[in-house]
């Protein structure tokens, strides 16, 4: 056999050796099993690799998050993970609402010193709750094993999610720890797996409460209403198993050890009501978790202009202000 064939038998056998759930794996810009694309760069350095394999599990497509990296100077990067919203049913780490250009956004905040994460996760067609929440736990978690690897601070997470992204980034920053929603460990986990907590959280127009009313979800037949509800947790959400609906909903767990919030929603949304928000914020400033709610008057989901549903260029900025004020406020970098 020659030098070539031997490498390529070497290969395939290590290749079928490999674990088929696991969140520990070294998937860099370097290369990997299921290589990331070639690194994109944007404007203060940022190199942007897309499709890095955080986890395989055994059955499904391999899961990916698309990083984006500041220049690796100064103290170690807090962490944004982004959570992309379509109704748990579609979209991509790429998507975010009405925003012409969203990777570049992402590479914005980037820009001031942050790693950012927009993460894939599986939708309501290949799994129901818990599986697209412990997917992004999953994510947090292989990124606190690649602490190093990327110039990552650990103890400074922040969970960014908008309308279905926001339902789990709310869900993750209120149910820290709780069985219901906390990741599986690898199959190839040395010791106890690492945190999937945050220490921050940014809702964007998410359904905080899956327990509510249709008329507090929105209309009957777009996303937010029973119909997604129902595809996400498998059941029809008045006939679920008890207390399944509240167990997927971040209204259930909050408490005083909470982490900060900025909550965020444009009045005129009819998918997912205005309440919601505001129901968020009551029960976390009642127990005495600073937040922070900003209403955008006259758009709706997405930040989505009325009636057309167009780009609203103003108010995707305002809302991107808010968060670089948020991070800068409890996360600034070069702590």
């Given at each position: 056999?020659?030098?070539?064939?031997?490498?390529?038998m070497l290969l395939l056998s290590m290749l079928a050796a490999a674990p088929?759930?696991?969140?520990?794996?070294?998937?860099?810009?370097?290369?990997?099993?299921?290589?990331?694309?070639?690194?994109?760069?944007?404007?203060?350095?940022?190199?942007?690799?897309?499709?890095?394999?955080?986890?395989?599990?055994?059955?499904?497509?391999?899961?990916?998050?698309?990083?984006?990296?500041?220049?690796?100077?100064?103290?170690?990067?807090?962490?944004?993970?982004?959570?992309?919203?379509?109704?748990?049913?579609?979209?991509?780490?790429?998507?975010?609402?009405?925003?012409?250009?969203?990777?570049?956004?992402?590479?914005?905040?980037?820009?001031?010193?942050?790693?950012?994460?927009?993460?894939?996760?599986?939708?309501?067609?290949?799994?129901?709750?818990?599986?697209?929440?412990?997917?992004?736990?999953?994510?947090?978690?292989?990124?606190?094993?690649?602490?190093?690897?990327?110039?990552?601070?650990?103890?400074?997470?922040?969970?960014?999610?908008?309308?279905?992204?926001?339902?789990?980034?709310?869900?993750?920053?209120?149910?820290?720890?709780?069985?219901?929603?906390?990741?599986?460990?690898?199959?190839?986990?040395?010791?106890?797996?690492?945190?999937?907590?945050?220490?921050?959280?940014?809702?964007?127009?998410?359904?905080?409460?899956?327990?509510?009313?249709?008329?507090?979800?929105?209309?009957?037949?777009?996303?937010?209403?029973?119909?997604?509800?129902?595809?996400?947790?498998?059941?029809?959400?008045?006939?679920?198993?008890?207390?399944?609906?509240?167990?997927?909903?971040?209204?259930?767990?909050?408490?005083?050890?909470?982490?900060?919030?900025?909550?965020?929603?444009?009045?005129?949304?009819?998918?997912?009501?205005?309440?919601?928000?505001?129901?968020?914020?009551?029960?976390?400033?009642g127990a005495g978790v600073p937040a922070e709610l900003v209403f955008y008057?006259?758009?709706?989901?997405?930040?989505?202009?009325?009636?057309?549903?167009?780009?609203?260029?103003?108010?995707?900025?305002?809302?991107?202000?808010?968060?670089?004020?948020?991070?800068?406020?409890?996360?600034?970098?070069?702590?």
């Open positions: 056999m020659t030098r070539s064939g031997m490498f390529a088929l759930t696991s969140y520990g794996q070294d998937k860099d810009d370097a290369g990997s099993r299921y290589a990331p694309t070639p690194p994109v760069l944007y404007p203060g350095g940022v190199r942007n690799l897309r499709d890095v394999t955080f986890a395989e599990l055994s059955g499904f497509r391999p899961l990916t998050l698309d990083l984006y990296l500041p220049p690796r100077v100064g103290a170690p990067k807090p962490v944004v993970v982004f959570v992309h919203g379509g109704a748990w049913l579609h979209r991509s780490a790429r998507d975010g609402g009405t925003f012409r250009d969203f990777p570049s956004a992402l590479a914005s905040v980037a820009a001031r010193g942050y790693v950012v994460a927009s993460v894939n996760y599986r939708f309501s067609g290949e799994v129901h709750f818990p599986g697209p929440v412990q997917d992004v736990g999953m994510a947090i978690r292989w990124l606190r094993v690649h602490a190093a690897d990327y110039d990552i601070d650990p103890t400074r997470f922040v969970a960014w999610g908008s309308s279905a992204g926001g339902q789990i980034a709310a869900l993750i920053g209120t149910g820290c720890g709780a069985p219901a929603v906390e990741p599986p460990a690898s199959s190839d986990a040395h010791g106890p797996p690492p945190s999937a907590c945050v220490q921050g959280v940014i809702d964007w127009y998410g359904l905080i409460d899956l327990e509510s009313s249709a008329a507090d979800l929105g209309k009957a037949d777009v996303p937010g209403s029973h119909k997604q509800v129902d595809a996400y947790l498998g059941c029809d959400v008045t006939k679920c198993p008890p207390g399944l609906a509240r167990s997927a909903s971040a209204l259930a767990y909050i408490d005083a050890k909470d982490p900060p919030f900025l909550i965020q929603h444009g009045t005129a949304d009819d998918t997912v009501s205005p309440k919601q928000a505001q129901r968020l914020y009551d029960a976390l400033r008057p006259g758009v709706s989901h997405g930040f989505a202009k009325v009636p057309s549903g167009g780009p609203d260029d103003a108010v995707n900025q305002k809302a991107l202000d808010k968060v670089f004020e948020f991070l800068e406020r409890y996360f600034p970098p070069g702590r």
